[in-house]
């Protein structure tokens, strides 16, 4: 069973940053695909970007699927602290949203909630002045 657990986030002025981390409970979660989603009131969960998991060291793969903020996000992972990230810059009051980090096993990368079998716990980004 993997568990994620996420930090960061929180409340910023527009054009501000933040980052938001996802951390998976064992080395398994290096074999995972991890995708960021957002659901702002009233909307439905949409994702953000994927990362795929290191593909006998060929790197990870980042698909982005969200074209309002694909130029303003950085996703990466850091295996060795079962970490993937996401830094988001100049954000706008259109981002704000609870953030989600999600994982599933394989290659493939989705933009779909429903393939993913495991969920972070929701972080709030709040973009106000």
């Known amino acids: 069973q993997l568990q994620l657990v996420q930090s960061g986030g929180g409340s910023v002025q527009p054009g501000g940053s933040l980052s938001v981390s996802c951390v998976g409970s064992?080395?398994?979660?290096?074999?995972?695909?991890i995708a960021w989603f957002r659901q702002a009131p009233g909307k439905e969960r949409e994702g953000v970007a994927c990362?795929?998991?290191?593909?006998?060291?060929?790197?990870?793969?980042?698909?982005h699927y969200n074209d309002f903020i694909k130029g303003r996000i950085t996703v990466s992972r850091d295996n060795t602290k079962n970490t993937v990230y996401l830094q988001m810059n100049s954000l706008k009051p259109e981002d704000t949203a609870v953030y989600y980090c999600?994982?599933?096993?394989?290659?493939?990368?989705?933009?779909?909630?429903?393939?993913?079998?495991?969920w972070g716990q929701g972080t709030q980004v709040t973009v106000s002045s």
């Open positions: 064992g080395p398994i979660f290096n074999y995972h695909a």
């Open positions: 990362i795929g998991h290191d593909d006998r060291g060929r790197g990870a793969r980042v698909a």
């Open positions: 999600a994982a599933k096993s394989g290659l493939s990368l989705y933009a779909t909630a429903s393939a993913y079998g495991y």
